[in-house]
């Protein structure tokens, strides 16, 4: 395994990433030199200077994981990624205080004019009634976006006495009025009530100008403004005009749309009352740190096999939804593995059905899982990125629902494959703590592990049928671990099935010696990732 890591970021990360991958750093590279270099390697980490497009993305034909050691993903094509299967990943919270701290930073010397008042006094001067400030105290701040820096900004603002009101349609009122805020659903009421405006919200585009000529003359006139999110969020020629007529009073800007040339900046020497910096709101040694150790551990966990906690492209494994279901993922893969090996014919419908304490939750990553599992015996290089986006481009129905029957089991999953030659059904569950076992496969009741290489053997119910299979096995030199006989939970036809795990693959002779014992039934043998 090999790591690219480009930009400046700490060298902690190459510390956590040895042993797993070789780590390669290197300076900021241009977009052709990137393809050159990207062939060779599994594992991209950047920040913001590094663009990351399509031709970049295709190029990198061994690439599993993009870090980003950082909040903001607008460098890289998320879609390119998705459509490669490359996992994209940043750190959400690394940087929280440092943008927040930033933010607030900035509000402060807006309003008492420190930047000038410093350059004044290194000039010589004394000129104090120049520099004559404002208060923040009793002041509305208005905040569009309430994630982690949003809140963090709110917090501290309501301690320095400041009315705080928030604009975000992906929060709450109740969550906003916790903290003592005021929640506005419309912009249109949210623009006139503000004296400060701070903005944490990314780039998308919803979010592109949403502060233009048009938004700012409905502003308080004089109202002072904070961007430290993303270039683009605001349109710098209308705020340059906003800044010259005096309808927004003064700007704090750490961000631009022509990074990192800011001379091309309609704001750049402007003459208005702007406070400019070259994009420091996580530029702290311990933001760096803490994103560099973050984005780091996720690219060793994917690398090793895992999942990522922070993955931009892959919302149903977020922390906060994988955490509750995280025990039954290697299950529902292996589910979706067993049963459409199970299956002859072209797929059509995947059901997938839950029960017991996983019909309380949020299973979305469970889903992801199953047809992860399902795809992964015939498309090359299927991962948790790409796996929905085969079942979407194929036509294949998903369909999930959750039963209320009681659950014999703390939580089961059941995966039903249609194909055009009919259906199987394989359900799995949790018998106990981190002990998930395959207790049905369509009519059999039974408790198996899930192991690499299994014969499913179904046969007539009559003397020495396990003896004659177990024979064969062992005449070609292939060794049983476990070995468990299922009936049919409606006994009526006489037939069981013998659940067989052994050490090696079954090659396609074995198989056929075994299907021509009298009283078999089309035995298979079945190839895990397990």
């Known amino acids: 395994m090999k790591v690219l890591i480009t930009d400046k970021i700490n060298e902690a990360a190459g510390k956590i990433l040895n042993g797993t991958a070789q780590v390669d750093f290197v300076p900021t590279l241009s977009e052709d030199e990137l393809v050159e270099k990207i062939k060779d390697y599994d594992a991209l980490m950047i920040r913001s200077q590094t663009k990351v497009n399509k031709k970049i993305l295709e190029a990198g034909k061994k690439l599993k994981i993009v870090g ?69 105290f009793g002041k509305t701040l208005g905040i569009i976006g309430f994630g982690k820096i949003g809140h963090h900004v709110a917090n501290v603002a309501i301690a320095l006495g400041m009315n705080v009101i928030v604009s975000d349609p992906y929060t709450t009122k109740e969550a906003v009025e916790k903290i003592g805020a005021k929640y506005v659903t419309s912009l249109d009421e949210f623009w006139p009530q503000c004296d400060y405006i701070t903005i944490h919200t990314p780039k998308t585009k919803e979010t592109t100008s949403l502060i233009n000529k048009n938004t700012l003359n409905r502003m308080k006139k004089g109202v002072r403004i904070i961007n430290c999110a993303r270039g683009g969020i605001i349109d710098e020629s209308a705020l340059k005009e906003a800044l010259q007529s005096g309808q927004v009073s003064a700007a704090a800007i750490d961000v631009f749309e022509t990074e990192p040339d800011v001379t091309a900046s309609p704001l750049y020497n402007c003459g208005c009352n702007i406070i400019m910096t070259p994009h420091l709101g996580a530029s702290t040694a311990e933001a760096q740190f803490n994103v560099a150790i973050d984005v780091a551990e996720q690219i060793k966990e994917v690398l090793s096999g895992g999942s990522a906690k922070a993955a931009i492209n892959i919302p149903a494994l977020k922390s906060e939804i994988l955490e509750p279901v995280k025990e039954y993922m290697s299950l529902a893969e292996n589910l979706g593995e067993l049963v459409v090996q199970l299956s002859k014919g072209n797929l059509k419908d995947i059901n997938i059905t839950v029960s017991g304490i996983l019909s309380e939750l949020n299973i979305s990553p469970l889903e992801v899982a199953v047809q992860k599992g399902i795809f992964s015996s015939s498309v090359e290089g299927v991962n948790y990125v790409n796996a929905p986006l085969i079942a979407k481009k194929r036509g294949i129905n998903i369909i999930t629902s959750k039963s209320q029957k009681d659950c014999t089991f703390i939580g089961s999953i059941s995966v039903t494959v249609t194909t055009d030659s009919g259906e199987n059904t394989v359900t799995g569950a949790l018998i106990a703590k981190n002990m998930p076992r395959i207790v049905r496969i369509n009519d059999y009741n039974m408790s198996i592990e899930a192991e690499k290489h299994m014969l499913f053997v179904p046969h007539e119910n009559k003397p020495a049928m396990v003896a004659k299979v177990a024979a064969v096995i062992g005449e070609n030199n292939i060794n049983i671990n476990r070995m468990q006989v299922a009936q049919k939970s409606n006994q009526k036809d006489n037939v069981s099935i013998m659940i067989i795990t052994i050490d090696n693959d079954v090659n396609d002779k074995t198989m056929e010696t075994i299907n021509n014992i009298n009283g078999v039934q089309n035995a298979q043998y079945i190839k895990l990732n397990a």
């Open 68 to 136: 980003r050691a950082g909040v903001g993903v607008d460098n890289v094509d998320i879609e390119a990624a998705t459509q490669n299967g490359i996992i994209v990943v940043n750190s959400p919270d690394g940087n929280t205080n440092a943008a927040a701290e930033h933010t607030l930073a900035l509000m402060l010397a807006m309003s008492r004019n420190i930047p000038e008042a410093v350059m004044s006094v290194k000039e010589g001067k004394w000129e104090r009634s120049k520099f004559t400030g404002v208060e923040v």
